[in-house]
């Protein structure tokens, strides 16, 4: 299994790792790119420090208790996310319905392409 994030698109929710039995997902700061751009998504969809204008607008002002767009994690949201463990998912689907920016695609071994839509 393949999994990775849409950068651009991620609100730092944290619902991704937070739903996921197997510890695909980590959080980590916007302002090191470096540590964020290691999964396999695409370049267009690797992080350049510009969120989606798109997801902002429906996220930004969302008061739910998460840090949208904020540039670290407190432990409970902000951040981005970073599917830093692929290879263990067990396609059970949690993230592809809690995710805000409909940002997570998997790929199974068989080519299948899994795209997350919000709940
Ligand atoms: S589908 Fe995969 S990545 Fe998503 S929550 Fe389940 S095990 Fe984790
Ligand atoms: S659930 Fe989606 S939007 Fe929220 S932190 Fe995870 S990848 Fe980003």
């Not at 510890?23 to 690797?46: I, T």
Request: net charge negative; aromatic share 6%; hydrophobic share 30%.
């Amino acid at each position: 299994m393949d999994v990775y994030v849409e950068k651009p698109k991620c609100t730092g929710c944290q619902h991704c790792k937070d739903v996921c039995p197997v510890g695909v997902f980590e959080m980590r700061d916007r302002s090191k790119p470096e540590e964020v751009n290691v999964d396999s998504a695409p370049a267009d969809m690797q992080w350049k420090g510009v969120s989606d204008p798109q997801v902002v607008a429906k996220w930004k002002d969302v008061n739910d208790g998460h840090k949208h767009f904020a540039e670290k994690n407190d432990g409970s949201s902000g951040g981005i996310s970073v599917a830093v463990n692929g290879s263990a998912c067990i396609l059970c689907q949690a993230c592809l319905i809690e995710c805000e920016g409909e940002c997570i695609v998997i790929k199974d071994d068989a080519g299948n392409v899994y795209r997350s839509i919000y709940k």
